[in-house]
Nanobody, 124 residues
């Protein structure tokens, strides 16, 4: 059983930056594909970014292309989501997720473990 705890959310002005972290415990971190999802008020949870077990391959949503990057540190059991040029439409609760299967997934159903989420609010 993997436990995930996100941190780093907050209030930022449009154009600003934030870095989210997700610390994992209770499992073998390096064997899990990791993902970030977000859910805005009144909307469904959506895929943001995913990274392979080694960190060598990443997948992202078109809406964050060129603005967000995802990385992982397997020695620290932590993944990061660096967000730049933030927009009001990026406002959402951001969730970290872990997937036992080897291949990547951009679907909510493809992930086995979820964190509690961290709020990101971007003001205009």
């Amino acid at each position: 059983q993997v436990q995930l705890v996100e941190s780093g959310g907050g209030l930022v002005q449009a154009g600003g930056s934030l870095r989210l972290s997700c610390a994992a415990s209770g499992g073998t971190f390096s064997t899990h594909v990791m993902g970030w999802f977000r859910q805005a008020p009144g909307k469904e949870r959506e895929f943001v970014f995913a990274i392979s077990r080694s960190g060598g391959t990443a997948y992202y949503a078109n809406s964050v292309k060129g603005r967000f990057t995802m990385s992982r540190d397997n020695a620290k059991n932590t993944v990061y989501l660096q967000m730049k040029s933030l927009k009001p439409e990026d406002t959402a609760v951001y969730y970290c997720a872990a997937r036992r299967s080897r291949g990547p997934s951009m679907g909510i159903g493809g992930y086995d473990y979820w964190g509690q989420g961290t709020q990101v609010t971007v003001s205009s």
